[in-house]
C-alpha cells in the first residue's frame, strides 16, 4: 500500500533512534505538525501522534485512544501517553542526531522532546530477523507480504503503533540454567525452534497470534535500545488497530486465566502509549484526516 509509511513494512535498520515529545503549547500544535510533516518522510523518519496532539488540532481519529494500564497484582504494565513520537531509522547513528536536533527545533515550541533513546539491529537469527540483547531473534512469527499489510496498516495506509520499552534484568536472566532460558521465552535460543514440551507461562504460548478469537496477528518492528548502563527492547507493534496488541498483553499479564507470562521474571515494561501513524503524500505526512 503505497500510502503507507514506508517503514512500518521494511525490516528493521542498523540504527535507530525513538524520540518522545510532549504537547507545551497546543495552540501550536498544529503549525509545528504540518513542519514535521515535511520532515517525516515515513521512511528514514516514522511518526506517530498521541491523542492530545490529534485533539489539540481539533481533529479526530476514529479508533485512536490512550494505552490502559493493565497492570494487576505482581505484575506493572504502565500506560505513559505520548503525545508525539518518531522512530527515525538509518545506517549512521551521527545522522540520526542531527535529524533529532532538526526535528526538535522544527517541533518547538508546541512540542517538548522529553527523551531519545538509542536503538540498534543486533545480531542475525536462523531466520533472518534481528535478536533481542538475550540472544533470542525477535520477530519470528511477524506475517509478510499481504498478511502484514491485513495486519499492520488500515484501509487507508494509515495505522496504529504501540509502543513499550521493556528493561531487562540481565543478571535474573543469566543466573537462569539454557534450559529454563528457553523455557521462558518458548524456543531454543541455538535455533529458534520451538519448544513442543514448553509450559503454559513461556512467552511463545501466550501471545500465540493465531490462538486468539479473533486471531491477534501484529507487525513487530522491536529493536534492542541502551541507555547508560541500562538496555533492552523498545517493543513496537504496527496494527490496523490497537486490539490485537491489547489481547495479547492481557493475556500475559495473566488477566485471561492467571497466568503470567514467564516473561516478566527477566524483563519489565516501564512505560507504554498508543499513537497514530498518518499515511504519506508526495513524500510527506498526509495529515488532512485531521484537518491539517
Not at 506517530?48 to 479508533?63: D, P, Q, R
Not at 503525545?83 to 526538535?104: F, I, M, T, Y
Request: charged share 20%; aromatic share 8%; glycine share 10%.
Amino acid at each position: 500500500m503505497n500510502t503507507a509509511q514506508a517503514g512500518i513494512l521494511q525490516r528493521v535498520p542498523t540504527q535507530g533512534r525513538y524520540l518522545f515529545f510532549s504537547l507545551a503549547q497546543p495552540a501550536a500544535a498544529g503549525a509545528a505538525l504540518q513542519r514535521l510533516a515535511a520532515l517525516a518522510d515515513g521512511d528514514t523518519v516514522v511518526a506517530g501522534l498521541g491523542l492530545a496532539s490529534v485533539n489539540a488540532v481539533g481533529g479526530s481519529v476514529a479508533g485512536l485512544r490512550d494505552m490502559p494500564d493493565l497492570s494487576r497484582p505482581g505484575v506493572h504494565v504502565p500506560s505513559v501517553p505520548v503525545a508525539l513520537w518518531c522512530w527515525l531509522r538509518g545506517d549512521d547513528h551521527g545522522d540520526l542526531v542531527n535529524l533529532s536536533r532538526k526535528l526538535e527545533k522544527a517541533l518547538a515550541p508546541a512540542f517538548h522532546m522529553d527523551r531519545a533513546l538509542e536503538a540498534f539491529r543486533h545480531g542475525k537469527g536462523p531466520n533472518g530477523h534481528g535478536r533481542d540483547l538475550t540472544g533470542y531473534e525477535d520477530g519470528t512469527e511477524n506475517p509478510d507480504g499481504d498478511a502484514a499489510l491485513a495486519a499492520g496498516l488500515a484501509p487507508g495506509g494509515d495505522s496504529f503503533v504501540a509502543v513499550q520499552q521493556w528493561v531487562h534484568d540481565f543478571d535474573a536472566f543469566d543466573a537462569m540454567s539454557t534450559q529454563e532460558q528457553d523455557n521462558v521465552v518458548g524456543r531454543r535460543r541455538s535455533d529458534n525452534e520451538e519448544l513442543e514440551d514448553a509450559p503454559e507461562s513461556a512467552h511463545v504460548k501466550r501471545t500465540a497470534q493465531e490462538s486468539f478469537e479473533p486471531e491477534a496477528f501484529v507487525v513487530r518492528r522491536s529493536m534492542p535500545w541502551v541507555m547508560n548502563n541500562k538496555a533492552g527492547l523498545m517493543f513496537v507493534a504496527f496494527g490496523h488497530s490497537f486490539d490485537a496488541f491489547e489481547a495479547q498483553m492481557r493475556r500475559m499479564a495473566g488477566h485471561d486465566d492467571g497466568i503470567v507470562d514467564a516473561m516478566f521474571r527477566m524483563s519489565q515494561p516501564v512505560n507504554g502509549a498508543y499513537l497514530w501513524c498518518p499515511p504519506v503524500r508526495d513524500g510527506r505526512l498526509d495529515l488532512r484526516q485531521i484537518g491539517l
